[in-house]
């Protein structure tokens, strides 16, 4: 086998290699890339048409790799095993076989790329697991910061609220959790089950809002083979069949299309579902969370959402209230995201009384998530070692700590409009500051594969 056969058996070769669950990675002779399957492409986190007729050199100099074992292969002429790190984060443990042509030149590097990142990790994460707990709990009680398991707690509506929660979660009753997005409800589900009875048993997490409608039945109940065309052979479970004997959180209930309400209910009365073309039913044993930051009384009103069914989630309502109604909170969240941030992007700052008074006077819309966006940007944004009053209001000026903030400027656009504009604003910036994007990948501390891809989002890549 050599160059040409390759090229010439493309679309054969691809179709036999895409069936193998390895990384398939050859470059000719000179180390460039003229074959890249599936599976490696999906390690990597570019696409083929990014990788395809570059030199490994190219591609460890573009930060897609850090080490090349085609490199290794080249310089030694032998048979080479390497761990290769990628510029995404990943890790791949990768053989590099040389084939040689009658004169003994090399002519391909045939690669097999088996990825060990999840391995690694969970190796990492059993080993300092313990250590990590050590540490943050003697942060905290370093910073007087009220913990309720997972629940950060300070202010006296949310420890009244936490005491509440933790009655509740041991009843293993149906709960309803509501309040504006961004207030915490996964953080109560998590804390709900946490501390319930089924703790240690399945604990599946679903958002109703981000399943397609015409998909959202199967997914919840599953189907059995030869229901419709494409089904998995033998059929398939179901959300419900998954959780079965531990806890279900279906998060924006709110958005269940109104067909598939009467069946809930059936399953919530019954405690039994039957797969879509099934004949026949499967007992259920469940704890159901659910989740809304919806109206679901004005939605009964305009005949949106079954008035049965509501009664029968809200058996143990939680409403969760906006952060700014309890401002004793902030304080603590804030250093509690400064200090994970800190240790996400190996930093040591602080932040000032100033700074926590603007932050403690502000709106937050967005609540929680939009406060710990905030600490994030502050974190990777601000050069001193300390946060500074005017660095918050410099950041986020109109919104926080301005009662009389100008609008227009964000009315009308969703949170994730507004934090892709200030992403793009914040790379144009350091761009302009810095001239080249690797120095921005150090200044930022993110991979330069990480960069790239966001560079290319925001059109800011040169040439476009």
């Known amino acids: 086998m050599n160059k040409k056969y390759i090229l010439e058996h493309y679309d054969e070769l691809m179709e036999l290699l895409n069936c193998i669950k390895v990384g398939i990675f050859i470059t000719d002779g000179e180390g460039r890339t003229i074959f890249v399957n599936d599976t490696s492409c999906t390690a990597g986190g570019l696409n083929r048409d990014e990788i395809i007729g570059k030199t490994v050199y190219e591609l460890v100099a573009s930060g897609y ?32 076989i040389p084939y040689k042509d009658k004169h003994g030149k090399i002519d391909l590097i045939i690669s097999t790329e088996r990825d060990i990142t999840e391995a690694i990790k969970l190796q990492e994460i059993l080993g300092q697991q313990e250590k990590k707990y050590e540490t943050e709990l003697e942060y905290l009680k370093k910073q007087n910061i009220t913990m309720w398991g997972n629940l950060i707690a300070e202010d006296d509506v949310s420890k009244q609220l936490a005491s509440y929660a933790l009655k509740i979660a041991k009843l293993d009753n149906t709960v309803l959790l509501t309040g504006e997005s961004g207030t ?28 397609p409608e015409s998909l ?18 033998g059929g398939k479970a179901g959300i419900f069949e998954m959780a079965n004997h531990g806890t279900l959180f279906l998060d924006e209930i709110g958005e ?6 009467p069946k809930l209910l059936r399953v919530l009365q019954e405690k039994e579902i039957m797969r879509i073309g099934g004949s026949k039913t499967i007992p259920l044993d469940i704890r159901l969370i659910t989740a809304t930051n919806r109206d679901l009384k004005k939605q009964i009103e305009d005949g949106k959402f079954r008035e049965d069914l509501y009664y029968r989630l809200n058996v143990m309502p939680i409403e969760i209230p906006p952060l700014r109604g309890r401002k004793k909170d902030i304080e603590q969240l804030a250093k509690y995201f400064l200090e994970f941030f800190n240790k996400e992007y190996s930093q040591k700052k602080s932040i000032s009384e100033g700074a926590i008074h603007l932050l403690q006077n502000g709106r937050w819309r967005g609540n929680v998530r939009e406060l710990e966006n905030l600490i994030e940007r502050l974190v990777i944004t601000t050069e001193k070692a300390v946060i500074t009053e005017s660095d918050v209001s410099s950041l986020i000026g109109e919104v926080i700590g301005n009662t009389n903030g100008a609008e227009h400027n964000y009315q009308g656009r969703s949170y994730r409009e507004l934090m892709d504009d200030y992403e793009k ?25 990480t960069l790239h891809r966001r560079l290319k989002k925001y059109g800011l890549l040169k040439g476009q």
Do not use: W
């Open 216 to 233: 959202i039945e199967s997914e919840l109940f599953g189907y059995e083979e030869g229901t419709f065309t494409g089904a998995n052979k």
């Open 184 to 211: 915490g409800k996964e953080v109560y589900a998590n804390f709900l089950y946490e501390n319930g009875t089924r703790v240690g048993k399945p604990f599946i997490k679903i958002n109703c809002a981000t399943i």
């Open 65 to 96: 790799i850090e080490n090349s074992i085609t490199v290794r292969v080249l310089h030694s002429g032998k048979r080479e095993e390497m761990v290769q790190n990628l510029g995404d984060g990943g890790q791949v443990y990768v053989t590099g």
């Open 256 to 261: 269940l299309p109104m067909h598939l309400q």
């Open 425 to 449: 604003n914040m790379l144009e910036t350091m761009l302009e500051k810095y001239g080249r994007a690797s120095i921005v990948s150090k200044e930022l501390q993110i991979d330069k594969a």
